[in-house]
């Protein structure tokens, strides 16, 4: 028999406050220039009554992948919808953030120069920050770091960087926050130069968090970005679900070392501003074939397992805050959704 619960509105004490931005979302960024990205589910594997191809590596990975045209952002319905939020960040990063070339002058024809996966013209920069505008947002960026910027012996540069946010100040929409590279726990897979490490890393995080501070000194410094926690031995994939099995291992097989969070953060000296990780409750559908451990059954959604994860992840990222940014914000800047939505975690 349903029961009526009366609240009293009056006396209540407040527990906290939130950031007004608490719900925001990713684009990524190529999604802005056009690129590869997921494909699109099939009605029936939406529907359930399709499976997905078995993925053993990584060219089953990019199979598992199409080509996409840039977004519209100047779409009214978008635009309408994305207002309705409210007040938000807007993250343009990604994986391919980090091998995108900022094509301003118009020089390349389109083709990316050797080193970089993608071509960012001015056109469609200028499209982000109206749309930025439009909704009322603020913008965080990840900048490039690809072997087309520099080799991992030679340190970052900000040749390509100094382009973005110039652009940005010069169109009146600045760059409000930054982080420097999308999951550099994965280092070369998430597109940094070949036999890059941690210590690279951290040598370049410095570079570009200096370089920010004397050039942008209102523009929020954010990381490290990665996917895991302080703890030495949860790096991305190491997921505790429903098999409770470590994952690890497989995905450094799939896709080469990965670093924990203080193997990043060690020995570095530029301060985050605020502390920002990744957080996946596991693997999809179209990945379950190959981390099988990292892939929750559907009739789990609604678990009590399934739904601690978020909150054991956020947890699990508290000594890494206290440690590298004490008494800072922790922002989850990416998590999955349509579009991938992330949130701020409060103190």
Same mark, same amino acid.
């Given at each position: *028999?349903?029961?009526?619960?009366k609240?009293?509105?009056?006396? @209540?004490?407040?527990?906290?406050? $939130?950031?007004?931005?608490?719900?925001?979302?990713?684009?990524?960024? #190529?999604?802005?220039?056009?690129?590869?990205?997921?494909?699109?589910?099939?009605?029936?594997?939406?529907?359930? #009554?399709?499976?997905?191809?078995?993925?053993?590596?990584?060219?089953?990975i990019?199979?598992? *992948?199409q080509?996409?045209?840039?977004?519209?952002?100047? =779409?009214?319905?978008?635009?309408?919808?994305?207002?309705?939020?409210? %007040?938000?960040? $807007?993250?343009?990063?990604?994986?391919?953030?980090?091998?995108?070339?900022?094509?301003?002058?118009?020089?390349?024809?389109?083709?990316?120069?050797?080193?970089?996966?993608?071509?960012?013209?001015?056109?469609?920069? +200028?499209?982000? @920050?109206?749309?930025?505008?439009?909704?009322?947002?603020?913008?965080?960026?990840?900048?490039?770091?690809?072997?087309?910027?520099?080799?991992?012996?030679?340190? !970052?540069?900000?040749?390509?960087?100094?382009?973005?946010?110039?652009?940005?100040k010069?169109?009146?929409?600045?760059?409000?926050?930054?982080e420097?590279?999308?999951?550099?726990?994965?280092?070369?897979?998430?597109?940094?130069?070949?036999?890059?490490?941690?210590? =690279?890393?951290?040598?370049?995080?410095?570079?570009?968090?200096?370089?920010?501070?004397?050039?942008?000194?209102? #523009?929020? @410094? $954010?990381?490290? &970005?990665?996917?895991?926690?302080?703890?030495?031995?949860?790096?991305?994939?190491? +997921?505790?679900?429903?098999?409770?099995?470590?994952?690890?291992?497989?995905?450094?097989? @799939?896709?080469?070392? $990965?670093?924990?969070?203080?193997?990043?953060?060690?020995?570095?000296?530029?301060?985050l501003?605020?502390?920002?990780?990744?957080?996946?409750?596991?693997?999809?559908?179209?990945?379950?074939?190959?981390? %099988?451990?990292?892939? !929750?059954?559907?009739?789990?959604?609604?678990?009590?397992?399934?739904?601690?994860?978020?909150?054991?992840?956020?947890?699990?990222?508290? %000594?890494?805050?206290?440690?590298?940014?004490?008494?800072?914000?922790?922002?989850?800047t990416?998590?999955?959704?349509?579009?991938p +939505?992330?949130?701020f &975690?409060?103190?």
């Open positions: *028999m349903a029961q009526q619960v609240l009293q509105a009056d006396g @209540l004490r407040e527990l906290r406050r $939130v950031d007004e931005r608490l719900m925001s979302y990713n684009v990524e960024m #190529t999604e802005v220039t056009g690129g590869t990205f997921w494909k699109e589910y099939t009605p029936g594997q939406i529907a359930g #009554t399709e499976g997905f191809p078995p993925s053993k590596g990584l060219e089953d990019a199979n598992a *992948m080509v996409y045209p840039p977004v519209n952002l100047y =779409d009214e319905k978008l635009r309408a919808l994305a207002k309705e939020f409210g %007040p938000v960040w $807007v993250r343009v990063s990604g994986t391919w953030a980090s091998k995108t070339y900022y094509d301003f002058d118009g020089t390349t024809g389109g083709k990316a120069p050797e080193g970089y996966q993608s071509v960012l013209t001015k056109e469609q920069w +200028i499209g982000v @920050l109206d749309f930025v505008k439009e909704i009322g947002a603020k913008l965080l960026i990840s900048v490039a770091n690809c072997a087309g910027l520099h080799s991992a012996d030679e340190p !970052w540069n900000p040749s390509e960087t100094e382009k973005i946010f110039a652009l940005s010069e169109y009146g929409v600045p760059i409000d926050a930054a420097f590279m999308n999951e550099p726990n994965m280092l070369q897979f998430s597109g940094a130069p070949a036999g890059y490490t941690a210590a =690279d890393y951290a040598r370049d995080q410095d570079l570009f968090f200096a370089w920010v501070r004397e050039n942008y000194p209102d #523009t929020l @410094l $954010v990381g490290p &970005c990665n996917t895991g926690s302080a703890d030495e031995d949860e790096t991305l994939g190491a +997921i505790s679900n429903n098999n409770s099995d470590k994952q690890g291992g497989c995905i450094a097989d @799939l896709m080469g070392e $990965v670093a924990s969070l203080h193997d990043l953060m060690r020995g570095t000296k530029e301060k501003d605020v502390y920002s990780y990744h957080y996946y409750n596991g693997i999809s559908e179209r990945l379950a074939s190959v981390m %099988p451990g990292a892939h !929750w059954d559907p009739s789990k959604a609604h678990t009590e397992a399934y739904l601690a994860v978020a909150g054991s992840s956020a947890r699990a990222n508290v %000594p890494g805050r206290d440690q590298y940014c004490p008494g800072g914000q922790t922002w989850v990416e998590t999955p959704g349509l579009p +939505i992330w949130t &975690c409060a103190r």
